[in-house]
């Protein structure tokens, strides 16, 4: 007997290892194969669902509800599986001992199922709203921390704090309600267990009195209930996890089940050597998300293999809108665009994006290496490359400051501005090769001088190749042999340079005064600030704080020289009010700056204020 039930102890602990080693091996499987789904789902839903969900909320449920739901999994279904297979095998003992006290115990239990299943029923949109506040709160850190130095600029820290608070909350409502719910079901079990001990033993002392049982049958069910509810109990924890996963995989499919682009697989995944002639026919587009309101009317324009068209325009003119569906980002309602004669609508969306190398006005770094960064999603591009493009951008001198070149690992701790990371997706763009290119504001982030050096490094980019420009800055589009003057979503004038200037161009500008003159002089004042920069980059600006316990120097360009602390006036310790005297400082020089600025730039234009350009 001994050694029987030793084997059943082995055998039980074999199997429940089996079982564990099963569950964690499929739903670790399960999880793989859904991040790889979402994944491969990012790149098919259409431009759209990005506008209407914050990137925190899809990365929540990539990472956070996929984790939810592989752990409900792999912590419930084994409980549930075998709690089931001990209620069963409890109520075949029970029916076949007495069939009578086994009715009754299964009608209290049912009473029981059917209040668990009435809770679960109103608890499981408050397990939805878990995640989704969830989500909405990760996307929401996901932003502020992004904009972090805008906030702290701003001083927005309180209304940032405020509106998490609010946030927070709701996560707090959320999880209170639905723990609070799902919690009820283990103590109800407990009570149903109670009324199925009472129930049995009134009935079965009973029917001992009638002689029908025996009283040995009364304990044995006694025992059997207990074997039955506790199971119950199991169920009930393991469903209040299920919920929770249940709430996540809701989540996920609803992403993953969400409108994907049009399938393209009979399109041409080939077009023959790309010359560059494009052609925009009668373009008429409005975003599906409002569809009333028409961006493009009425586009139309023949742009030759080679050319470099420069799109200008006021805000909200369609300008990048016209870039994003050449790029089939969008599709259009009517019209057509061509490249080469044929419409980019019968070409693939992959054939169409290696036909341009595109540089926008948002820089895209990620954490790897300088060259990993420059030659992304790039083969064969040697190092002698690498050194000529940076040299053409104005790279070079930084990339060979790095420590390790342009093996450096580019991280928060290697500092780098905003300029320098335009000219790093520049660089990039000119390493793919294509045969059009597309600046959007590319130069919106460096300086004048960084900008020359850019323009001659665009020229020859640029030669031989259709490019188009959308920028507001004169140097960036004279040189163009196309201007598009766009408003409202139409070409209202189109020409090189020279062509508006002598008919008076850019109709629709404020002011009187000649366009022709207006240029001219904009351009000696853009050589006289020019010098004034240079002049200024060498001058010096002190502003102090906390009556003396700070003070800082910042230099023309704006960038901190030298921080004193005066440890007599302000406890080192205290960092908090040291960062508070130090930003204080800093923006007061700062103001300083633009008030020298200002001077020194009112010495140039003798105190005229010149209308926007575009």
Not at 30 to 51: A, E, G, T
Not at 582 to 596: G, S
């Amino acid at each position: 007997v001994g050694i029987f039930l030793g084997a059943i102890y082995i055998s039980s602990s074999l199997f429940t290892f089996i079982q564990q080693y099963i569950m964690a091996t499929v739903t670790l499987k399960m999880s793989y194969r859904m991040r790889s789904d979402l994944s491969r789902k990012i790149n098919c839903v259409p431009q759209k669902y990005f506008n209407s969900h914050s990137q925190g909320d899809i990365l929540s449920r990539i990472t956070n509800d996929v984790s939810t739901l592989q752990q409900g999994l792999t912590n419930s279904l084994p409980t549930i599986i075998s709690a089931a297979a001990q209620f069963v095998g409890c109520l075949i003992m029970m029916f076949v001992t007495e069939w009578r006290l086994a009715l009754i115990s299964l009608f209290i239990t049912f009473l029981g199922l059917f209040l668990i299943v009435f809770i679960m029923s109103k608890s499981q949109k408050y397990f939805l709203d878990r995640q989704e506040s969830l989500g909405k709160l990760n996307g929401y850190v996901e932003e502020m921390y992004s904009g972090h130095e805008v906030v702290r600029i701003s001083r927005g820290a309180d209304n940032v704090k405020k509106h998490f608070g609010g946030l927070n909350e709701a996560v707090y409502n959320a999880n209170w309600k639905s723990q609070f719910l799902s919690g009820i079901m283990q103590p109800l079990m407990n009570v149903i267990g109670n009324l199925a001990y009472v129930a049995v033993c009134v009935f079965g002392s009973m029917l001992a009195l009638n002689g029908t049982i025996t009283f040995g049958v009364i304990i044995s069910f006694i025992l059997y209930v207990r074997l039955f509810t506790s199971p119950l109990g199991q169920i009930a924890q393991g469903m209040t996890n299920m919920q929770t996963a249940s709430a996540s995989a809701q989540r996920i499919f609803d992403f993953i089940e969400s409108e994907e682009l049009s399938d393209e697989s009979d399109k041409s995944s080939e077009m023959p050597e790309v010359k560059g002639n494009v052609s925009f026919e009668n373009v008429r587009f409005s975003y599906p998300d409002t569809p009333d309101k028409v961006i493009i009317k009425n586009f139309s324009a023949e742009v030759k293999a080679g050319q470099k068209v420069a799109i200008v325009g006021p805000t909200g003119a369609g300008k990048t809108t016209m870039v994003n569906l050449l790029m089939r980002f969008f599709e259009i309602n009517s019209g057509s665009i061509s490249i080469d004669g044929t419409p980019i609508s019968q070409l693939s969306r992959e054939t169409v994006h290696n036909m341009f190398s595109m540089v926008l006005q948002d820089t895209w770094l990620f954490e790897g290496t300088v060259r990993e960064n420059l030659v992304y999603n790039m083969e064969g591009i040697s190092d002698e490359s690498l050194e000529r493009v940076c040299k053409a951008c104005g790279l070079d001198k930084f990339v060979h400051t790095l420590p390790e070149g342009f093996d450096t690992v580019l991280s928060e701790s290697v500092a780098i501005s905003a300029g320098q990371k335009q000219l790093l997706t520049i660089a990039r763009a000119m390493l793919q090769n294509a045969p059009m290119l597309i600046l959007d504001e590319a130069t919106s982030s460096v300086d004048t001088r960084t900008e020359l050096l850019i323009q001659r490094a665009m020229d020859k980019l640029t030669k031989g190749r259709t490019s188009f420009v959308i920028a507001h800055r004169l140097s960036t589009i004279k040189n163009a042999d196309l201007i598009l003057v766009m408003r409202d979503g139409d070409v209202i004038e189109s020409g090189n340079h020279e062509t508006l200037m002598a008919k008076g161009g850019f109709r629709g500008m404020p002011g009187g005064m000649n366009q022709a003159a207006m240029m001219k002089q904009a351009q000696k004042m853009q050589q006289d600030m020019l010098k004034m920069q240079e002049e200024l980059k060498n001058r010096t600006v002190e502003a102090t704080a906390g009556g003396g316990a700070v003070t800082v120097v910042v230099t023309g360009r704006k960038t901190v020289e030298k921080v004193t602390i005066a440890p007599s006036a302000v406890d080192p310790e205290d960092v908090e009010m040291l960062e508070d005297l130090v930003t204080t400082a800093i923006n007061e020089a700062m103001r300083k700056v633009d008030e020298m600025t200002e001077k020194e730039m009112g010495k140039i234009t003798g105190g005229m204020k010149l209308p926007g350009m575009f």
